[in-house]
């Protein structure tokens, strides 16, 4: 089954405590994404992949790092983690230019007290 | 910078009803527009792409129309059911890197 999969998919932690939620496709897709979800701000892009080794910042990138050594893995990384990060995490994938569109993963529920 | 508006934010009806949500959007050079659905704490689900030279595409009761000049989508569902309730995202793509742009959603509610 094509899917995005993400860990954890809660995630309870203080202030400053270096973590890391992974992010892994099996379609393929060169393009990777993550978004934050906000009550009345919606979904905002985090950073982004087109590639391997090739990552960029998208609207809101304080305070989070990304890489990609894989084509099939894209993990979010908050060295120190504040509690306006408290947020629904969303990773993403696609392959831009052909018609089927972003899959996203299920969610990581992140609380940062 | 494209922004995505969604109309209304909130509906309530009575199991069968047809209904429409709107979508609409401030800059008309997309490359496609997506429906998603959400349920409560859950991910996305996609429902329907438009790529930006149709006019619509049709999933079961799902009807999602663009008017990519006039900067409008709607999603049409038919014969509306309870399990149809959840939160219905429109979210526009420009092609390539540029991620999606979303709208804040429409938050449906069937009544049974």
């Known amino acids: 089954e094509a899917q995005v999969t993400q860990n954890p998919r809660y995630l309870i932690t203080v202030t400053g405590k270096k973590l890391t939620v992974t992010c892994s496709q099996n379609?393929?897709?060169?393009?990777m994404s993550w978004y934050r979800q906000d009550p009345g701000l919606g979904l905002r892009q985090i950073y982004y992949s087109m590639n391997v080794e090739v990552t960029d910042k998208g609207d809101v990138p304080e305070g989070y790092k990304v890489s990609r050594k894989e084509k099939r893995n894209f993990p979010l990384i908050l060295e120190s983690p504040s509690p306006n990060q408290t947020s629904l995490y969303f990773c993403?994938?696609?392959?831009?230019?052909?018609?089927?569109?972003?899959?996203f993963g299920s969610g990581t529920r992140l609380t940062v007290v | 910078k494209q922004e995505v508006t969604q109309i209304p934010a909130a509906l309530s009806v009575p199991e069968g009803e047809n209904l429409v949500l709107n979508c609409s959007f401030t800059d008309s050079a997309i490359y496609n527009l997506q429906w998603f659905r959400q349920d409560p704490g859950k991910g996305l689900t996609s429902l329907l792409l438009i790529q930006s030279s149709q006019r619509e595409q049709t999933s079961g009761r799902l009807n999602a129309s663009l008017d990519k000049s006039s900067g409008r989508s709607t999603l049409y569902i038919a014969a509306s059911q309870p399990g149809d309730s959840a939160t219905y995202l429109c979210?526009?793509?420009?092609?390539?890197?540029?991620?999606?742009?979303f709208g804040k959603g429409t938050h449906l509610i069937i009544q049974p």
């Open positions: 379609m393929n897709h060169e393009y």
């Open positions: 993403a994938s696609s392959d831009p230019w052909t018609s089927y569109g972003y899959t």
């Open positions: 979210a526009v793509h420009r092609g390539g890197a540029d991620g999606l742009t």
